[in-house]
């Protein structure tokens, strides 16, 4: 395994990609950032394909972006697993996904490809959480969820079992999802309710 990694992003999120990659052995981290800071932009470092990159940029549409970028510039991307957390041997985790502390993923779950399933988030047996999902610190999804791309489920929400979330959704902080919910959504509440389409 390279020792050294790429963290495409340098913000908050960033920083937390890189304290998982040093848990998984990785010794020199590199930051890419796209804004007006100290680190490499993309194009700078392009040719740099031996060095695995991991996603280190919370906004969903951003990462699929970059993403995209990286496999057409034929760079390794890379999925980092926190080694505190939990997962059932009979789940799949996509590339670029990143899994955080005292995460658990149990038995059969399906993860897409540069999903975030942030600090403390439990996704129980059978769920199926497509690409670019965003699952926040302390989410809990039942058995049988299932989560469209792009979708971001805030911090502490519940969701019970057999429940679909649409594409592109927002759940907001703390909701409790009892009923389905389709494509472009603002969600929230106890009990969770859509507040309006988002485009």
């Known amino acids: 395994m390279s020792k ?6 340098a913000s908050g999120h960033g920083l937390v990609v890189a304290e998982i990659a040093k848990a998984c052995g990785y010794e020199e981290i590199l930051f ?3 804004g007006d800071n100290e680190h490499p932009i993309f194009e700078m470092i392009k040719t740099d394909t031996d060095i695995p990159v991991a996603l280190g940029v919370g906004q969903n549409h951003i990462r699929e972006k970059i ?8 760079f390794k991307i890379v999925t980092l697993i926190h080694p505190s957390a939990i997962i059932s041997p009979s789940a799949a985790i996509g ?4 899994v955080m502390p005292n995460v658990v993923v149990n038995a059969q779950s399906a993860i897409g490809k540069g999903v975030i399933l942030n600090t403390a988030s439990v996704i129980e047996h059978e769920n199926i959480i497509e690409d670019f ?3 926040s610190p302390n989410a809990a999804l039942a058995g049988n969820v299932t989560v469209g791309e792009k979708t971001h489920i805030g911090i502490g929400t519940q969701v019970i079992q057999g ?3 649409g594409e592109n959704c927002i759940i907001g902080a703390g909701s409790t999802m009892i009923k389905n919910i389709g494509n472009n959504k603002l969600c929230y509440g106890n009990p969770c309710k859509e507040i309006k389409e988002i485009h």
């Open 4 to 9: 050294k990694i790429y963290i495409y992003g």
């Open 32 to 34: 890419i950032d796209d």
């Open 67 to 74: 993403f995209d970028r990286l496999l057409k510039n034929d």
């Open 95 to 98: 590339i670029g996904t990143v």
């Open 133 to 135: 999902v965003h699952i």
């Open 163 to 165: 429940i679909t979330i």
